[in-house]
């Protein structure tokens, strides 16, 4: 069963996200959030989302720097029966990594899974939450388990792995693949 967790539909979507660059621990880079929306088109039916976020900025390598990431705030916002997050988005063939915070992992850690934007295009990404692993700040913790849904307190999106250089991804819509018999 497929269930929408965060749409972009008016601005004040946004107002529950938030930016971390590596400014936080000396670096040069810097990202933003936008709210953007598609002009309509009554010609013709388009299969272009209606409105989306848009996270962009510059990744600087200067002083070891090198990342932007894009956040919802700290909630619970537990999701009995999750096994697979979805997203659609467009972006510039750039890297990136979805990233899950838990209740139960360390600070500053993160659950991460990559995945890979194509120009232009707008793409359905899904990724299975088995195949997430734990990383803090760049280091690799676990491969060994997944993170536990009912315990989500952020989802969000990272760009790294010095890839210097501007960047633009656009999110229409977070979903999550539940099993069939799972509440939130």
Not at 34 to 46: G, I, K, N, T
Not at 55 to 72: D, K, M, W, Y
Request: proline share 4%.
């Amino acid at each position: 069963m497929l269930e929408t967790l965060e749409s972009f539909d008016e601005a004040s979507d946004l107002d529950d996200w938030k930016t971390v660059d590596d400014v936080v621990m000396g670096g040069r880079s810097s990202s933003r959030l936008r709210w953007d929306a598609s002009e309509p088109d009554a010609s013709e039916a388009s299969e272009e989302p209606a409105s989306w976020m848009r996270f962009e900025g510059t990744i600087s390598l200067e002083n070891n720097g090198g990342f932007c990431s894009a956040r919802q705030r700290e909630a619970d916002r537990g999701i009995r029966g999750l096994e697979a997050v979805r997203l659609t988005v467009r972006g510039g063939d750039k890297r990136y990594k979805w990233t899950i915070r838990t209740a139960d992992t360390p600070d500053s850690s993160s659950w991460r899974h990559p995945f890979e934007t194509t120009s232009g295009d707008w793409q359905t990404i899904e990724l299975p939450l088995a195949d997430f692993e734990l990383w803090r700040r760049g280091t690799h913790l676990s491969s060994e388990r997944s993170p536990d849904p009912s315990k989500i307190t952020s989802l969000g999106i990272l760009i790294s792995d010095e890839q210097a250089g501007d960047f633009r991804v656009d999110l229409a819509e977070i979903a999550g693949e539940l099993e069939s018999e799972s509440t939130r």
